[in-house]
């Protein structure tokens, strides 16, 4: 091709786009603002219920922060939630408004039942759970079984 021809074919794109582009953003006006929000996969997924961070407005609340210290930490800092020791200790959940990692299977719910784990029963439990009635005394049928806790 001679350079002629490529700028003809460039002059004659040029007016298409011109034409397309004019076309695309009319259709476009009537769709939501896709750049307002952060359109990442984590953004999608994010809780707005709970701040990732309170950040200081003014010196003066710097000055008079009481946030709490963390001995743990290696660095004091105001974003204690953020820091390294804080990502190794894994102290920090991820809330999201669904489940992004498949840890978070574990735990979404709130549990069915508060289990004790023996602490906490008292005798009746194991009174009316247990049946006593093969028990026997010196293995006569006829007599009444023992009862528990006697």
């Known amino acids: 091709m001679t350079k002629d021809e490529c700028e003809a074919?460039?002059?004659?794109v040029h007016t298409e786009l011109k034409f397309t582009y004019a076309d695309a953003n009319k259709r476009?006006?009537?769709?939501?603002?896709?750049h307002k929000i952060r359109n990442g996969y984590f953004g999608y997924f994010k809780d707005e219920r709970h701040p990732v961070s309170k950040e200081h407005g003014f010196t003066y609340d710097q000055l008079k922060d009481n946030s709490v210290f963390d001995p743990k930490n290696p660095k004091?800092?105001?974003h204690i939630r953020h820091t390294e020791g804080m990502r190794k200790r894994c102290a920090v959940p991820l809330r999201t408004r669904w489940m992004v990692r498949s840890s978070q299977a574990y735990g979404w719910l709130p549990p069915i039942d508060d289990p004790k784990l023996g602490f906490g029963r008292g005798n009746l439990y194991h009174r009316d759970a247990m049946d006593?009635?093969?028990?026997?005394?010196?293995?006569?049928?006829?007599?009444?079984?023992?009862?528990?806790g006697s």
């Open 28 to 34: 476009c006006a009537s769709l939501p603002d896709l």
């Open 76 to 78: 004091e800092t105001f």
């Open 132 to 148: 006593c009635s093969h028990i026997m005394v010196g293995g006569n049928r006829s007599s009444a079984p023992i009862a528990p």
């Open 9 to 12: 074919f460039k002059t004659k």
